[in-house]
């Protein structure tokens, strides 16, 4: 795995990345910049654009390929496809992906026809089993560590191992992996990649609010919960977010709690919505949904994403070596 100071895997090799790191995708706050600058760090960039009809999909992924040749892709949430924007993705990313639904061989097909790779994130060994039986490329194990929603309710690491001992499709581990000790840590366990959310939150090239990622700096290993608190427009899906922005959402008195921006594609933000604040929302942001995984203690500061690439990746190289 470890070769001549790099990290090389299945998933390296497959996607075309330098170091086996996935952006996770983060509907709400994710952007352009942020997946261009993992994939120029040697990671795979991803771009969510959860609803969004297919010209502006591809749009927006027209405009990734003038930032970056690295690996990007894109991932959709089976409860808000559209499956127009699905063609124009596979068009265009290395990548792309589908979450919280049962694996459906037909997009798969679809996908792979335009040349792109297709990956499933599960929450379960059955979904996994599944996913591999429709023919995914790759395969995301995601633990309830996770930030955003979830979709099983099993940890990682015996998640990880049971998908391991079922499916030949590289495996990416997902779940509350924010230091170089836990990118090692699920390496050595047998993934081909690890997939990072909550750290990139805290990126300057992130979209969420300021006020979003103080939130984040300042929590401990201890600040997040699994709740389906936040289900206005997306009811019945577990999600993981700091316990502060519970509280404060359930001391909010009124329906809506704030404005997603400025300018014609304003909306307003109701109490208990599943959309997070970006960054020119306004209102109360602390009870609005701040997504975050059980690594989030180990947001310390605002970095650049290509920073946070290498922080991870080095130093899981240099453990992984000290060990090998």
């Given at each position: 795995?470890?070769?001549?100071?790099?990290?090389?895997?299945?998933?390296?090799?497959?996607?075309?990345?330098?170091?086996?790191?996935?952006?996770?995708?983060?509907?709400?706050?994710?952007?352009?910049?942020?997946?261009?600058?993992?994939?120029?760090?040697?990671?795979?960039?991803?771009?969510?654009?959860?609803?969004?009809?297919?010209?502006?999909?591809?749009?927006?992924?027209?405009?990734?390929?003038?930032?970056?040749?690295?690996?990007?892709?894109?991932?959709?949430?089976?409860?808000?496809?559209?499956?127009?924007?699905?063609?124009?993705?596979?068009?265009?990313?290395?990548?792309?992906?589908?979450?919280?639904?049962?694996?459906?061989?037909?997009?798969?097909?679809?996908?792979?026809?335009?040349?792109?790779?297709?990956?499933?994130?599960?929450?379960?060994?059955?979904?996994?089993?599944?996913?591999?039986?429709?023919?995914?490329?790759?395969?995301?194990v995601q633990g309830t560590?996770?930030?955003?929603?979830?979709?099983?309710?099993?940890?990682?690491?015996?998640?990880?191992?049971?998908?391991?001992?079922?499916?030949?499709?590289?495996?990416?581990?997902?779940?509350?992996i924010a230091t170089a000790?836990?990118?090692?840590?699920?390496?050595?366990?047998?993934?081909?990649?690890?997939?990072?959310?909550?750290?990139?939150?805290a990126c300057v090239e992130?979209?969420?609010?300021?006020?979003?990622?103080?939130?984040?700096?300042?929590?401990?290993?201890?600040?997040?919960?699994?709740?389906?608190?936040?289900?206005?427009?997306?009811?019945?899906?577990?999600?993981?977010?700091?316990?502060?922005?519970?509280?404060?959402?359930?001391?909010?008195?009124?329906?809506?709690?704030?404005?997603?921006?400025?300018?014609?594609?304003?909306?307003?933000?109701?109490?208990?919505?599943?959309?997070?604040?970006?960054?020119?929302?306004?209102?109360?942001?602390?009870?609005?949904?701040?997504?975050?995984?059980?690594?989030?203690?180990?947001?310390?500061?605002?970095?650049?994403?290509?920073?946070?690439?290498?922080?991870?990746?080095?130093?899981?190289?240099?453990?992984?070596?000290?060990?090998?």
């Open positions: 795995m470890a070769t001549g100071g790099a990290l090389c895997t299945r998933f390296t090799d497959l996607v075309g990345c330098r170091v086996p790191l996935q952006q996770a995708g983060m509907g709400g706050v994710s952007t352009p910049e942020l997946a261009a600058a993992v994939a120029g760090a040697g990671g795979l960039g991803m771009v969510a654009l959860p609803g969004a009809p297919a010209p502006h999909v591809a749009a927006v992924l027209d405009r990734v390929a003038t930032m970056t040749d690295g690996a990007f892709g894109t991932n959709f949430l089976m409860p808000f496809l559209d499956e127009g924007a699905v063609e124009e993705a596979a068009a265009r990313c290395r990548v792309v992906e589908f979450f919280y639904g049962a694996p459906a061989a037909g997009l798969v097909d679809r996908v792979q026809r335009h040349g792109a790779l297709a990956c499933w994130q599960v929450g379960s060994v059955d979904e996994a089993r599944a996913a591999a039986g429709a023919g995914c490329d790759l395969i995301v560590e996770a930030g955003g929603h979830v979709r099983g309710r099993s940890a990682l690491l015996p998640l990880l191992d049971a998908v391991l001992a079922h499916v030949e499709a590289p495996v990416v581990a997902a779940g509350g000790r836990g990118v090692a840590a699920m390496l050595a366990a047998g993934a081909d990649a690890v997939r990072v959310g909550t750290r990139f939150v992130c979209d969420a609010h300021a006020d979003y990622v103080r939130a984040l700096v300042d929590a401990d290993d201890d600040a997040t919960m699994l709740t389906e608190t936040f289900a206005a427009g997306w009811p019945d899906a577990p999600h993981r977010v700091l316990r502060s922005c519970v509280e404060a959402a359930n001391h909010v008195d009124r329906e809506v709690v704030g404005e997603s921006g400025s300018g014609p594609g304003t909306h307003p933000i109701v109490r208990f919505s599943a959309e997070p604040p970006g960054r020119e929302a306004t209102g109360t942001i602390a009870a609005m949904a701040l997504y975050a995984g059980q690594g989030v203690g180990a947001v310390t500061s605002v970095a650049h994403a290509a920073d946070v690439v290498r922080e991870l990746v080095d130093g899981a190289t240099a453990l992984l070596h000290r060990f090998s």
